[in-house]
Structure formats: C-alpha cells, structure tokens
DNA sequence: AGGGTGATTAGG
DNA sequence: CTAATCACCCTC
C-alpha cells in the first residue's frame, strides 16, 4: 500500500539519516514489540566498521540487496544480531537494532532472557534479538512483509537523540554514528573499542 | 575483570 | 589448511 511504500523509499536512504528516524520505532514478532531507543549506522564500502567494508561475502550479503530487509550475524560463538539493511541495492548499509525497551509480550519476553531486570530484557544487540526471538533464520525477511515486522512512530524530536561514537569497534572508533533518545534507562552502557596494544607511556 | 563460544575471514 | 578476529553477554 502507500505507507509500505513510503516506508520502502525512506530506508532507502543514507543509514545516517535512517538511523535516527528509527528511534521510538516498533519492531514486532508475534506477541513480542520493542521500542527502539538506541542504534547505530553502518555505511558499507566506505565504513571501516562494517561487515562489507571488505568485501560481499556469504555473511553479508543480505546488505547488499534492498533495503527494508534483516541482515542477522552470528557472533562471539553464542550471540545473534540484527540491522535493517537501508539505502540502494549495492551499497550495503544498514542499521544496528542496538537496544529498546519491551512494550508488549513481557511473559514471553522474560522466559526467554532468563534473569533479567526489566531494563536489561532488550539492552544490547543481542539481548534485542533473545527477547524477540529473532535468529538467524530470520536473515533476509521483508520487514514490510514479516514475521519480523517494523512499525514506523512519528520521528523523534532532534533535540531528544544523542550521538556518539559506536560500541566495540576497532575501525573507525571515531564516527559518531551511534544514535540513542537522551535519557533513556534501556541504551547499553558504553564500552570504548579495545586496543589492540596497550599504551606504551600511560599519563 | 575475565572467559566462553563458534562462524567467518584472510592468508599460506 | 591454519590462526586471528569478532557490531557481545554473563559471572566472578
């Protein structure tokens, strides 16, 4: 219909522009919804942090196609991740679900975190995709289509979205490309990239 | 503060 | 084939 496609062309934009407008956006999968409240923008070939900076591979391929779409990763042996994958076919950009709060399907969300505060339920990537029951199966579905289902909210006020720089990357540690509403309890706390050596002349 | 865990990737 | 890396979470 006419809001499937004007949310079609909207992802269809630069992942730094998506990003923000994803903020207080709900993603549904059956009786589970969360509010997005932080994500970060990944930018492809020209982003040193991107799982296609180097090359389309197997893994990320599902970022190279059109935008609207799941891109899920495996990662640390244990954990599943997810971004929608945004701009034009080719350019393999995408938007990190980094962490949101859990407005409906609480049961079912808790069973599956375990213990878990309530706050901790979708803080973290990861932690997002456990409550949701998203897995790596879900890599590739239409978020206009579902399961995996994405519901637009009016855009949050600029003046309520902070920026900083993105969690746990060694490659362009510098771009301010993570993207949180100011205030929130659910943002995961931040932890600086690890070095790779230590600093010689601590001061 | 440290470890678990296994896919993915580049390189020989 | 090998070894290094990793957009993380949990427990200590």
Request: aromatic share 6%; charged share 20%; net charge neutral.
């Amino acid at each position: 219909m006419a809001a499937s496609a004007e949310l079609r062309d909207l992802l269809a934009g630069s992942p730094l522009d998506v990003a923000p407008r994803l903020l207080g956006a709900v993603v549904r999968h059956g009786e589970v919804a969360v509010r997005l409240t932080e994500v970060e923008a990944y930018a492809g070939a020209d982003d040193p942090g991107s799982h296609a900076y180097r090359s389309r591979t197997p893994r990320n391929e599902v970022m190279f196609g059109p935008a609207g779409h799941l891109y899920t990763y495996f990662s640390y042996g244990m954990h599943v991740c997810a971004n929608v994958v945004t701009g034009l076919p080719g350019t393999a950009s995408a938007v990190l679900l980094r962490a949101g709060e859990i407005v409906e399907g609480h049961d079912v969300a808790r069973s599956r975190r375990g213990s878990s505060t309530e706050r901790d339920l979708a803080r973290g990537p990861a932690r997002l995709c456990q409550a949701l029951g998203i897995t790596l199966e879900h890599g590739g579905v239409d978020l206009l289509a579902g399961p995996v289902l994405l519901e637009l909210d009016e855009p949050t006020a600029a003046g309520a979205v902070s920026t900083g720089p993105r969690v746990g990357l060694r490659g362009a540690p510098d771009r301010p490309w993570r993207f949180w509403i100011t205030g929130e309890s659910t943002v995961s706390a931040y932890r600086p990239a690890k070095r790779l050596t230590p600093p010689n002349q601590p001061r």
